[in-house]
C-alpha cells in the first residue's frame, strides 16, 4: 500500500523509525502507560461499585471483554493490561529492528551541562529533564540539537565514545552504533558594556548589550558615589540586542575629574571608571 512505497524512500524510512523510536521513549515508556492506566482507574474508582451492582457478569462476551464482575476483578485486570505494556515494548523494538534489518539496539543518553542552561531534542522530542535515556537503532542516524535557555548560550558537544573532540554544531546526526552519553555543554551570556573614549572630552559613546528582553540601569556618579545623572532607569524594559547612548558632557555639566559609570540588570552589574578631561 502506500505506506509500504513511502518506506522505500529512506528518508521516510528513517523519519518512521525514529519517530517510532521517540514515541517507545515517551508515551509508550512503561512507565508513563502505567500511570495513565493508573490515573483513568483513579477517576472512574468511585462510580464503579454502582457500575457493577447495575451491569456485572452481564457481558455477551465474557472471554474477552467484560470480564470484571466486581470492583476487585477490575482490578486484577487493570494489572493484566499495565503488564502487557510494560512487556510489549521489547518485542514492538525488536519487530522494527527485524523489519528493517536493522544492526542492533543502543541506550542514547543526553545530558546537559550546567544543568540549569539548556535541553535537547531529539529526533522528534524534548524530554522533560536531564540526564536522560532512550532507545534508538544502529543503521538509523538520530538528529540532536541543543536549545539554550535564556542567559546562556550553546558551546559544543562530546560524547563517551563518538563524540571524542568538541563539535561546537548546534545540530549534530550520527548513527549511534554503541551505547553512549551525548552532552550539550553550555556557557553564560556576558553582557557585554563599555565607554569610550576613555579619558574623554567633549563626547563619550556607552555601549550595552542585553541577551533578552529585561530592565537595566545606566548611571553616572562622581567620586562621592552621588547619582549625577541616570541615563537608562531601571523601570523601562530594554529589548534584547546592542544599545548604543552618547553623551555630550557639557550639557551636563561635568566637571574634570573621576566618575564611575554603572550599568545593572536584575542578574549583572558592572562599574567602569570614567577620566573626563576637558581642556581648559
Known amino acids: 500500500g502506500m505506506l509500504g512505497s513511502l518506506l522505500q524512500n529512506t528518508e521516510f524510512k528513517n523519519y518512521f523509525i525514529n519517530r517510532y523510536a521517540d514515541l517507545m521513549n515517551t508515551i509508550f515508556r512503561p512507565a508513563n ?94 524530554p522533560d529533564s536531564f540526564p536522560w535515556t532512550g532507545v534508538y537503532f544502529d543503521g538509523v542516524p538520530v538528529t540532536m ?29 550520527y548513527n549511534i552504533d554503541t551505547n553512549d552519553v551525548f552532552t550539550a555543554y553550555f556557557e553564560p551570556l556576558e553582557n557585554f558594556f563599555d565607554a569610550y573614549p576613555n579619558p574623554f572630552s567633549n563626547s563619550l559613546t556607552i555601549v550595552y548589550e542585553l541577551p533578552d528582553d529585561q530592565q537595566a540601569e545606566l548611571a553616572i556618579y562622581d567620586i562621592l558615589g552621588q547619582k549625577v545623572k541616570v541615563l537608562v532607569p531601571f523601570t523601562t524594559f530594554q529589548n534584547a540586542g546592542v544599545h548604543t547612548i552618547t553623551l555630550n558632557p557639557d550639557e551636563m555639566s561635568l566637571s574634570n575629574g573621576l566618575y564611575f559609570l554603572e550599568f545593572y540588570t536584575k542578574d549583572y552589574r558592572k562599574t567602569i571608571k570614567l577620566i573626563h578631561a576637558k581642556e581648559q
Open 145 to 173: 540539537t541543543a536549545i539554550a535557555k535564556p542567559g546562556y548560550k550553546f558551546s559544543y558537544w562530546k560524547s563517551s565514545n563518538i563524540i571524542t573532540a568538541e563539535n561546537k554544531n548546534v545540530s549534530i546526526t
Open 33 to 126: 502507560m502505567r500511570n495513565r492506566a493508573y490515573g483513568f482507574r483513579d477517576e472512574m474508582l468511585p462510580e464503579m461499585t454502582r457500575h457493577f451492582n447495575l451491569w456485572g457478569g452481564t457481558s455477551p462476551w465474557p472471554a474477552i471483554i467484560g470480564r470484571s464482575y466486581d470492583v476487585p476483578s477490575w482490578f486484577v485486570n487493570i494489572d493484566s493490561l499495565c503488564y502487557f505494556s510494560d512487556n510489549r515494548i521489547v518485542y514492538s523494538r525488536n519487530y522494527i529492528q527485524s523489519q528493517f534489518n536493522l544492526v542492533k539496539q543502543v541506550n542514547v543518553t543526553l545530558d546537559v551541562s550546567p544543568g540549569v542552561a539548556g535541553e535537547i531534542q531529539i529526533s522528534t522530542i524534548v
